[in-house]
């Protein structure tokens, strides 16, 4: 062989590092349904890169476009993710409950339809995170368009005759999430996916927060309670992303009970699961004070808080 030949070959040191850095691409990052990272998609910190190859458990292969930074089928041979699983509870249990309070108050069916989407949205994530799969992935992320669709026509409609229903804006909703199933389906970037919601949320915060300064004031407390909450799930949602090496790191050194307090997707979750649930409340009790009825906060078991609507209105 020519010395010319042997020199644009790879030393065998490139070779290594050029493994090295193939290996350790795919922790924390996003992946197209071929299983390919994007690149350009920083949901993790650069120390993910030292992480092994998630491992297979009982569902296989992960399908899914992504993969959180708790690492797979650690805890458990049939659960992928068992901490960013088992905390969608808060997302199920308090709405079903709540769906059944709104039903027997005799409240519009739009507030129960809010409580069975957080509760769709609880089980689709449960899913999701249990078996890491495309199609479970799908029904964690649309019923989360759906339902924050279904809270914006309960707060953008609460100064409407009573069980009087605006067609426009359902319409509009629909054709709204319609759409964005559509292009989500065909492209499958989740980034989309969450600017799509981000636009949501932040047109439901800025109607709330009119709302409580301008008509209802003495409802902030419970407005400023609910964004703040969802706004520390974010804030920790963003920090498991980008620290994700960092986090495992610090799992592997810690015991299992205290490095089950690092997931911080977990904490995600129930920190928009009580923010959304609160939101419901807030909503229901703007509703209920306009249509002048008696909106009371009770608390089950002393902790957790509920709307009962006494069924004579106010003079």
């Known amino acids: ?17 050029k493994r090295r850095r193939k290996r350790g691409r795919g922790a924390g990052r996003y992946r197209s349904c071929d299983g390919t990272t994007n690149p350009l998609v920083p949901t993790a910190s650069s120390s993910s890169s030292i992480m092994a190859p998630a491992a297979q458990g009982y569902w296989g292969r992960s399908t899914s476009t992504i993969d959180w930074c708790e690492e797979n089928y650690v805890v458990s041979f049939y659960i992928a993710e068992f901490w960013n699983t ?19 108050d005799g409240l519009e069916f739009r507030y129960i339809c809010s409580f069975v989407g957080l509760a769709v949205v609880g089980v689709g994530s449960w899913c999701f995170h249990m078996t890491l799969q495309f199609k479970m992935q799908l029904m964690d992320e649309l019923p989360m368009i ?20 605006g067609l426009f804006p359902i319409a509009l909703l ?14 499958k970037e989740p980034i989309f996916h969450q600017v799509m919601y981000g636009i949501l949320v932040a047109c439901l915060v800025i109607r709330a927060i009119y709302i409580v ?4 004031p003495w409802l902030r407390p419970l407005c400023y309670a609910s964004l703040g909450i969802f706004l520390l799930g974010f804030v920790l949602w963003n920090m498991d992303n980008f620290y994700c090496g960092t ?8 015991p299992p009970v205290v490095g089950a307090v690092t997931q911080l997707h977990a904490w995600w979750h129930i920190f928009t699961g009580v923010g959304s649930y609160l939101h419901i409340l807030l909503s229901m009790q703007i509703r209920t004070t306009y249509l002048k009825y008696r909106p009371k906060v009770k608390f089950l078991c002393g902790v957790w808080p509920t709307l009962h609507i006494e069924p004579q209105k106010m003079s």
């Not at 062989?1 to 290594?16: F, G």
């Not at 199920?92 to 039903?103: D, K, M, S, T, V």
């Not at 339902?147 to 409407?160: A, I």
């Open 247 to 254: 986090l495992r790191y610090a799992r592997n050194n810690l």
């Open 1 to 17: 062989m020519s010395r010319t030949l042997l020199s644009v070959l790879p030393s065998p040191i490139r070779r290594r590092r």
């Open 86 to 104: 088992i905390s969608n509870l808060i997302m199920i249990l308090p709405p079903i409950y709540g769906a059944i309070q709104a039903f027997r």
């Open 213 to 216: 300064t301008w008509v209802y």
């Open 174 to 187: 629909s054709i709204f999430s319609i759409s964005v199933s559509a292009l989500y389906l065909q492209w």
């Open 146 to 165: 759906y339902s924050t669709c279904v809270f914006l026509y309960c707060l953008f409609e609460c100064f409407k005759q009573e069980n009087k229903i």
